[in-house]
Structures are given as structure tokens and as C-alpha cells.
């Protein structure tokens, strides 16, 4: 949603493509029908339910395919599986944590390889790139691009030049901290 309305906003007319991916079968499942309780839609504002989701029936919304269309769901083990390369934006909050450092630093300089210059990483609060200091760096929270309380680094080496954010430097895409990004 947070992705849409940004781009909508700052580069009209750009398309979004989205890999939401898991090693669980069954949680990709359940994200793939885009169905969820009445109870989350508190924290969904009203323009958002409108434009987003529509009502299943008095327990259930469903997201709009406008919104799923954007979204290709697929397994995928980040220990074994290839890579995915030329993205602008990956968020992975909450699985470092649960990897030995060896696997970590694989998995980190995976992310590294499928950055696009300029490209972020969103990890979760209790989460760093370790090592990988030197060629991911942290993204200023001040008035960065992507507020919340993850944590966010960019390749070093691609920033110079290349300072304006996501998509290859012409258009970037500012998410309001107050959105709560995911
Ligand atoms: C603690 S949950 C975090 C989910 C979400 N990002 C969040 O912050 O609420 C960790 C997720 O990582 C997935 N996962 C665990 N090992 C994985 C692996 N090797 N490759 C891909 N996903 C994995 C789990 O299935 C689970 O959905």
C-alpha cells in the first residue's frame, strides 16, 4: 500500500514489482490469499480500506487485486536457493536473528549482490549487517528516506554519485516514518 501511494506520488506511471518470498509453504499460502480478520483493519485507515481491500464477509477482508497484482509470491530458502538480483528495496526483519554468524554474513552478502545502486536494506531493530560494515552503511534516520524503527543500509561503494535512493537514482521514494512501514 505504503509502495503504491509513494509511487503514485513521486514517479506516476512507474510499475512496482514485489518478491515476497518465504521457506514456508504454508505462510506463503496464507499471504497469497490476502485475507485477513476484521480485527487488523483498526489499524488500516479508512482511504486505505477503501482503495486496498474489499469486504469478504462480516469476519474477513480480502486485498483488491490491484494491490496483489504487484505481489509474486514464491518459496524461497535464502540459505539454498539462487538469489534474486537488481532490486531496489529488500526488507528482511526478524530472520537474521535466528541464523548462526557464518549463514548471517552469506545471507548479508547475498542482499548486497541483489542491490541495485543506490538500493536499501530494511532489517529489524535488533538486527546489523556485522561485518558487512564496509560496504552497507547505515541510511540517516534523520529525515532518511524510510522511517519506523528498522534499521536501513545501503552498498557503499554505489553510494557517491548515486546519493538520490531507489530506483537507479531518478525518482526516489519517500515513506512517511508516521506510515508505519512494515
Ligand atoms: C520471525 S519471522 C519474521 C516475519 C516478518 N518479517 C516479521 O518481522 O514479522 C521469520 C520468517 O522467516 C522465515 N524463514 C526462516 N528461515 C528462512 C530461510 N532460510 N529462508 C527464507 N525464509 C526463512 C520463516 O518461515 C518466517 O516466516
Redesign the pocket.
Known amino acids: 500500500m505504503l509502495l503504491l501511494e509513494a509511487v503514485a506520488r513521486h514517479c506516476p506511471g512507474r510499475m512496482v514489482q514485489i518478491f515476497a518470498?518465504?521457506?514456508?509453504e504454508a505462510?506463503l499460502a496464507q499471504a497469497r490469499s490476502g485475507v485477513y480478520p476484521l480485527s487488523v483493519m483498526h489499524d488500516v485507515s479508512p482511504e486505505r480500506q477503501k482503495r486496498f481491500f474489499t469486504r469478504v464477509d462480516d469476519f474477513q477482508f480480502q486485498v483488491k487485486k490491484e494491490l496483489r497484482d504487484t505481489i509474486t509470491f514464491a518459496r524461497?530458502?535464502?540459505?539454498?536457493?539462487p538469489p534474486f538480483s537488481k532490486l531496489d528495496l529488500i526488507?528482511?526483519?526478524?530472520?537474521l536473528?535466528?541464523?548462526n554468524p557464518d549463514?548471517q554474513r552469506n545471507?548479508i552478502h547475498l542482499f548486497h549482490f541483489a542491490l541495485n545502486s543506490g538500493g536499501l536494506l530494511i532489517l529489524?531493530t535488533a538486527e546489523s549487517v556485522g561485518a558487512a560494515e564496509k560496504n552497507l552503511r547505515r541510511y540517516p534516520s534523520a529525515g532518511g528516506s524510510f522511517g519506523g524503527s528498522a534499521r536501513h543500509a545501503v552498498p557503499a561503494e554505489r553510494q557517491g554519485s548515486n546519493r538520490e535512493g531507489p530506483t537507479g537514482g531518478d525518482c526516489s521514494v519517500n515513506v512517511p516514518a508516521a506510515s508505519g512501514f512494515?
Open positions: 518470498t518465504d521457506v514456508e505462510g524461497q530458502n535464502v540459505l539454498a536457493d526488507s528482511c526483519r526478524n530472520l536473528i535466528y541464523l549463514a545471507v529489524g512494515p
